[in-house]
């Protein structure tokens, strides 16, 4: 795209340092754009300028009516914006066109959604504490937030932290994943053009570390909301508990789509192989772990296995393909790992498993394994890439155990016509959001993080907003105080 190098957005302005990082496209492995590499004193920088813009204002007493208009006008820029910037996640991501498009949507819905939460930031009252007691909670934003993001979702994520943040009344430092920067940096320009005051959002790009080390530690930081991988949240919130802030983690996963055999079995095929494919798999809320009751196993893996042959997977930037590049070496270097590991396990390899022979890029096909059990690493770890396992199970409750056979508990799905099995499942299953009948739908409006190694804290809803902020009691004594302690 361009060889310009792009700065660093701190207190509204554009700051670089003398050394940079250029992202390569996936897909093509070509130069996509050069970033200004930040270090521990930019962080220090952006730090004090988002301390600066919470404690001296006006941010945090901005009327909630007019962070609402502002967060509309972010969406509405986002929407404005979306076709280039859908390139731009698409270059340096490698996921197909059509879905950065339905991203861009998506993003520009968060950040509406935010906006009616602004008008709603508010606390309690107790009346009844006595006839000379009134007792008020307040609800404060929290302070200068650091935001560590992944690779796989730029835009989509900071928009699950960013606008809830705001709407709250607090203050940003932001970094992007080292290989998506891309859009996070477009984001903080766009939102100072819809009138966010300067040092409310500052963007540093670098490397986790020392850069996202840096600023998870940061003692002039009040809390941190990180997603990415389990093994960095487990060392993020270790370093913010050393120093007691806030911290929400979105993490890992390896979430069950489970198939009964009473199923809408057509519209459950659709589910599972989108619910694996998409987005390359480089998804943690990827379906990779299908349950299927025994009695239909055959024929349903029959029917995978013919339709994931179907998936057009190549160049991202054409319109028909459905599976895009895989970001990096490593990460196909883990995935064919996976793949070689599975075999070895005496895993039957039914689909894919190759690299594709293309000249440019690196992509894997669409890959199915069958004869799974459930102590091997393809039905265990989290691979991040397009394979599906598959096991099977004869009665719910074993559906329900094996569900929960790993230390993740981010999503999970069912497919049943049968309500009890359908709920049973639900309120077993340790999870943090359950599709019944449907797979990955998201919504502003509906809570999301998961259990045990998927995280802490939820994003989204109208809950998301108390992750950004703390609670005052004020305790009032009405009229002439009428006993002495002494
Ligand atoms: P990652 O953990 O490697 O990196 C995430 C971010 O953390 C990047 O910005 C990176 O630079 C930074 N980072 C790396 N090391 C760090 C350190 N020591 N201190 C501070 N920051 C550091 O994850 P990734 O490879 O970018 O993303 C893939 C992972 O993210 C997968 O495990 C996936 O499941 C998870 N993920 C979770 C969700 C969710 O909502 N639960 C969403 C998307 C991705």
Same mark, same amino acid.
């Given at each position: 795209?361009?060889?310009?190098?792009?700065?660093?957005?701190?207190?509204?302005?554009?700051?670089?340092?003398?050394?940079?990082?250029?992202?390569?496209s996936p897909a093509h492995?070509t130069?996509?754009a050069?970033?200004?590499?930040?270090?521990?004193?930019?962080?220090? !920088?952006?730090?004090?300028?988002?301390?600066?813009a919470?404690?001296e204002?006006?941010?945090?007493?901005?009327k909630g009516?007019?962070k $609402?208009?502002?967060?509309n006008?972010?969406a509405?820029l986002?929407?404005?914006?979306a076709?280039?910037?859908?390139?731009?996640?698409?270059?340096?991501?490698g996921k197909p066109?059509?879905q950065?498009?339905?991203e861009?949507?998506a993003?520009?819905y &968060?950040?509406?959604y935010?906006?009616t939460?602004?008008h709603?930031v508010?606390g309690?009252t107790y009346?009844n504490?006595?006839?000379?007691?009134?007792?008020?909670?307040?609800r404060?934003?929290?302070?200068?937030?650091?935001?560590?993001t992944?690779w796989?979702?730029p &835009?989509l994520?900071i928009s699950?932290?960013l606008p809830?943040?705001l709407?709250?009344?607090?203050?940003?430092v932001?970094?992007?994943?080292e290989?998506?920067?891309g859009?996070t &940096?477009r984001l903080?320009?766009l939102?100072?053009?819809?009138?966010v005051?300067?040092? +409310?959002?500052?963007v540093?790009?670098g490397y986790?570390?020392?850069?996202?080390s840096h600023?998870?530690?940061?003692a002039?930081?009040?809390?941190i909301?990180?997603?990415g991988s389990t093994?960095?949240g487990?060392?993020i919130?270790?370093?913010?508990g050393?120093?007691?802030k806030k911290v929400?983690?979105?993490?890992?996963g390896k979430n069950?789509?489970?198939v009964?055999a009473?199923?809408?079995?057509d519209?459950?095929?659709?589910?599972?192989v989108?619910?694996?494919?998409?987005?390359?798999?480089e998804?943690c809320?990827?379906g990779?772990r299908?349950?299927?009751?025994?009695?239909?196993?055959?024929d349903f893996t029959e029917r995978?296995?013919?339709?994931a042959?179907?998936?057009?997977t190549?160049?991202?930037?054409?319109e028909a393909?459905?599976v895009?590049a895989?970001?990096?070496?490593a990460?196909?270097e883990k995935?064919t790992?996976?793949i070689?590991?599975?075999?070895?396990?005496g895993?039957?390899?039914?689909?894919g498993?190759? +690299?594709?022979?293309?000249a440019?890029g690196r992509f +894997?096909?669409?890959?199915?394994?069958e004869n799974?059990a459930?102590?091997m690493?393809?039905?265990r770890?989290?691979?991040?890439?397009?394979?599906?396992?598959?096991l099977p199970f004869?009665t719910?409750?074993?559906? !329900?155990?094996? $569900?929960?056979d790993?230390?993740?508990?981010l999503?999970?799905g +069912?497919?049943t016509?049968?309500v009890d099995?359908?709920?049973?499942f639900?309120?077993h299953?340790?999870?943090?959001? !359950?599709w019944?009948?449907?797979?990955m739908?998201?919504?502003?409006?509906?809570p999301f993080?998961?259990y045990r190694?998927?995280?802490?804290?939820?994003e989204?809803?109208?809950?998301?907003?108390?992750e950004f902020?703390?609670?005052?009691?004020v305790?009032l004594?009405?009229?002439?105080r009428a006993?002495?302690? &002494?």
């Open positions: 795209m361009t060889t310009d190098v792009k700065p660093l957005w701190i207190n509204g302005e554009s700051v670089l340092t003398d050394e940079c990082l250029t992202t390569v492995d130069p996509v050069s970033y200004t590499l930040a270090g521990p004193s930019e962080v220090d !920088i952006a730090i004090a300028a988002a301390r600066k919470f404690d204002g006006p941010w945090p007493y901005v009516r007019d $609402a208009i502002i967060l006008r972010v509405a986002i929407d404005e914006n076709k280039l910037l859908a390139r731009l996640e698409t270059l340096e991501s066109i059509s950065a498009m339905g861009m949507k993003a520009s &968060l950040w509406q935010a906006a939460l602004a709603n508010h309690d009346n504490l006595g006839k000379n007691k009134l007792g008020l909670v307040l404060e934003p929290a302070g200068v937030v650091g935001m560590i992944p796989n979702f &835009l994520i699950q932290k809830f943040a709407a709250a009344g607090c203050t940003v932001a970094k992007p994943s290989l998506t920067p859009t &940096l903080a320009e939102a100072a053009e819809a009138g005051p300067s040092g +409310v959002i500052n540093v790009t986790g570390n020392p850069v996202g600023l998870a530690a940061h002039d930081l009040d809390a909301s990180f997603t093994v960095v487990r060392t919130a270790a370093r913010a050393h120093n007691l929400s983690l979105e993490l890992g069950p789509h489970v009964f009473d199923a809408d079995l519209a459950a095929l659709d589910a599972v989108f619910g694996v494919y998409f987005n390359m798999g998804c809320n990827s990779s299908l349950l299927v009751e025994a009695r239909i196993a055959r995978v296995i013919e339709k042959r179907t998936i057009v190549g160049d991202p930037l054409d393909t459905k895009g895989i970001i990096n070496q990460q196909l995935i790992a996976h070689q590991e599975g075999q070895e396990a895993a039957r390899l039914r689909l498993g190759n +690299v594709l022979p293309t440019c +894997v096909e669409p890959t199915v394994f799974v459930p102590d690493a393809l039905a770890e989290e691979i991040f890439g397009p394979v599906l396992s598959i004869n719910r409750d074993e559906a !329900i155990d094996l $569900a929960n790993t230390c993740y508990g999503s999970a +069912v497919w016509q049968d099995t359908a709920f049973e639900s309120r299953v340790r999870a943090g959001t !359950i019944i009948n449907c797979f739908d998201g919504y502003a409006e509906l993080g998961g190694d998927s995280g802490l804290g939820r989204l809803g109208r809950f998301s907003v108390d902020t703390e609670l005052k009691t305790q004594h009405l009229g002439v006993n002495s302690w &002494l």
